[in-house]
């Protein structure tokens, strides 16, 4: 078989440490040693396994995409030696007498003879968007639960709320939940705490919270009640950071402001060229206080409002209010932030 890389190594990582098989020519012809070595798993083994690697003179080494574990190594080795990451669907092992000391010496040779790929590795920035898109899907996906667990506790506390409001989590199902957290059991009081549109429906919603109240239900299983009186801070900081993360690579020398519109509030996130947060802003949606935070940002900041309903008004407002700091503006489509 074809040799492609006289002087390979293969890395099987494991979560306290490394085995390293380096795989050098041998004295006679056409042959090759292996040298195992076992590293531990912190920042300074990391590093002293760099130079080790670099004196060995190894032309490329090959580790496996175990979990998370592979990602204190590849980063910092990246600098200074060819490292290829590879699926490790795609470097099986044969079955049988498998330990990390093998997997080690087969990944050595798959690389040098050039039988495995490559796995995409992002750049920095995209990996940044990446981690903030995937942490706030987790936490949409996690509210959703405890929302259909607190409507499923209310259900068995014989509370008929969703029956007559639309969303048990909105201004007013926050309200009745905290009072029921407090203790409070009247249907008219819990009722009289409808706000908006919904006070309409008061002689529903009292009917609704009559008869067969179950205290135990909600006295012992006050947490779920508690986590859902309002959705995590992330959900409505994230799509702004997201928008600023997206921004904050394409040009350079100025700063980047992303701006997650509500209809009520609004999260304004600065940052730097180079994609560090320089502020978070949690503003009402008054035309003044937009165009202030904005001017903080210097000199030309690129805004970049998420294209929801009714962000017209803040481009146009923010733009209006900086227009002698010439406020560059793009709109962010929420299907691509």
Avoid at 160 to 183: D, F, Y
Avoid at 184 to 205: H, S, T, Y
Avoid at 271 to 297: C, F, K, Q, Y
């Amino acid at each position: 078989m074809e040799l492609q890389q006289e002087r390979c190594a293969g890395m099987d990582i494991s979560k306290r440490d490394v085995k390293v098989c380096v795989r050098t020519p041998g004295k006679r012809h056409r042959t090759f040693d292996k040298n195992i070595t076992v590293w531990g798993a912190i920042a300074g083994e990391v590093g002293s396994l760099t130079q080790f690697l670099v004196s060995e003179q190894v032309t490329l080494v090959v580790m496996e995409a175990t979990g998370s574990y592979w990602k204190p190594f590849f980063y910092p080795m990246k600098s200074e030696l060819n490292v290829m990451l590879v699926n490790a669907r795609h470097a099986r092992n044969l079955p049988g007498r498998k330990t990390d000391v093998s997997d080690a010496q087969w990944l050595a040779e798959l690389g040098a003879h050039g039988l495995v790929r490559g796995s995409f590795v992002p750049p920095e920035p995209i990996r940044e968007l990446r981690g903030l898109t995937r942490a706030r899907a987790t936490f949409t996906q996690e509210r959703t639960r405890e929302i259909q667990r607190l409507e499923k506790l209310l259900e068995d506390a014989g509370l008929r709320l969703s029956s007559v409001a639309t969303r048990t989590t909105g201004v007013s199902g926050r309200a009745m939940l905290a009072a029921l957290i407090e203790g409070e059991r009247d249907p008219v009081v819990l009722a009289e705490l409808a706000k908006g549109r919904l006070r309409n429906k008061i002689p529903a919603l009292a009917s609704r919270f009559h008869g067969g109240l179950c205290d135990w239900v909600l006295n012992g299983r006050k947490v779920p009640l508690m986590r859902c009186r309002s959705g995590p801070p992330l959900l409505v900081a994230l799509p702004a950071g997201m928008l600023g993360v997206f921004t904050a690579h394409t040009e350079g020398g100025k700063q980047f402001v992303g701006i997650d519109l509500h209809r009520r509030r609004s999260v304004i996130v600065r940052m730097t060229d180079a994609g560090a947060p320089l502020e978070t802003v949690r503003i009402s949606n008054d035309v003044e206080r937009l165009a202030s935070v904005i001017a903080r940002a210097g000199e030309a900041p690129e805004t970049v409002p998420e294209a929801t309903y009714g962000w017209s008004w803040a481009v146009g407002s923010a733009a209006d209010g900086t227009s002698a700091g010439g406020v560059d503006r793009a709109a962010g489509h929420p299907g691509t932030t």
